[in-house]
Each structure stands twice: as C-alpha cells, then as structure tokens.
C-alpha cells in the first residue's frame, strides 16, 4: 500500500518521490489540475506498469509535464517560431501542446506517430520535480480508465494505493476541475483535440 506524504516542504517531498521514481516505482502526487501518476520514461518496466494501471496496453505515449518552456520545446523538433510564441501563451498553465518529438524524447513519451503531448504547468511542486529529474516525466489522471479522477490524495489511495510507491498530499482539487486541453500545433491553426481554451482565438490574433 501507498505511503502518503505532503507536498510540503519540497526539500524532504521531492527526493522521496525522485528516489521511489528512480526505483521504478509508480508515484502520485496533485498537479495543477488532477491528481496524477507518474513513472520513470527510461525505465521499460515501470512505464509498463503505469500503462497497465490505465489499462492502456501498447501505448507509449502519455502528457509529459516539463518544467519550464525552454526545457519542453529544446526536446522537440524544429518548430515554427509561431508555435514556440503559442507555448509562451500557453504556459504555465492547464494546456497540452502536441509537437513533433525531437530525437532527445524518449521513446516511452512518444506516440505511434512520432508526435509528442507536454505541458509546463502552473504548479511550482510539478515544475521543480521535472527541474530535479533533469527531463520531463509522463503523468497520467490518477483512476482506473473510464472512473472519474481521484480529487484527494485519500482517494488516489483508495482507488491506487496497492500499485503505487508513494502518494504526494498536494490538497484537494476543486470540484469540476477538468484535465488539461490538448492542442495539436503540428497544424496551423492549432486544432482543439480536447478540453476548452477560450483564450485561443484571441492568442492566435497577437501572435
């Protein structure tokens, strides 16, 4: 069963969850919008189990959290300068950019068709935890597949608790909080895959 620890410091709850990760373990903690679990990319057999957890079974590719836009669109590869404009709109914050994958992605990230899905979100324990792993880490909503996300880290417990390491207590997530938007800017304009950003339109216009 999962052991539960704050958020709070981040100099005793990050090392706790770099060293569970770097073990291969499964870890959960609250980002800026869900509860999220979360492996190592490198290792195979971790990111099989995340994908088993999800029932997502010969997929690779999940939301890639980075921490900070420098760090996401230098993995990628060569984008327009209009797309690296939109990442600066767009981040911090709750939306997904799909991009092509540059050769330092790994392999676990990316989807079958060579595309990439990361986000830099607002959330300054997220941010730092990417920062002190060095690269992005994958994270995927903490539930089963096809149950609604967990709102509190006693939830992420109750529903994951015997496959996960450790669970991060970043508070409960506000009632209606959805998953972050997925945005597609392989394409121009961007093409909306999920979620709602009502800013778009108007970021489009001042690019």
Same mark, same amino acid.
């Given at each position: ?66 921490? +900070?836009?420098?760090?996401? %669109? ?13 990442? +600066? ?23 079958? +068709?060579?595309?990439? &899905? ?43 608790? &015997? ?15 959805? &998953? ?23 970021? %489009?216009?001042?690019?």
């Amino acid at each position: 069963m999962a052991s539960v620890m704050p958020a709070t410091p981040v100099s005793e709850s990050i090392p706790r969850v770099l060293e569970a990760l770097r073990a291969g373990h499964l870890v959960a903690f609250r980002t800026d919008t869900l509860y999220g679990v979360s492996a190592a990319p490198e290792q195979p057999a971790a990111m099989a189990r995340l994908r088993a957890l999800k029932a997502r079974e010969g997929e690779g590719a999940f939301v890639s959290l980075a921490a +900070d836009a420098e760090s996401a %669109l230098a993995a990628a590869a060569v984008l327009p300068e209009r797309v690296r404009a939109l990442a +600066d709109r767009c981040w911090p914050g709750p939306a997904t950019l799909v991009l092509p994958a540059g050769a330092a992605v790994p392999a676990a990230l990316r989807a079958a +068709d060579g595309s990439w &899905a990361v986000r830099v979100p607002a959330d300054a324990f997220c941010r730092a935890l990417a920062r002190e792993w060095g690269s992005p880490l994958p994270s995927t909503s903490a539930n089963r597949a096809g149950r609604a996300a967990a709102r509190t880290a006693a939830e992420v417990v109750a529903v994951l608790g &015997a496959d996960l390491e450790l669970v991060v207590d970043g508070g409960e997530v506000a009632p209606g909080t959805a &998953a972050s938007a997925l945005l597609d800017a392989r394409v121009w304009p961007p093409r909306l895959l999920r979620g709602a950003l009502p800013q778009l339109e108007e970021w %489009l216009r001042n690019l």
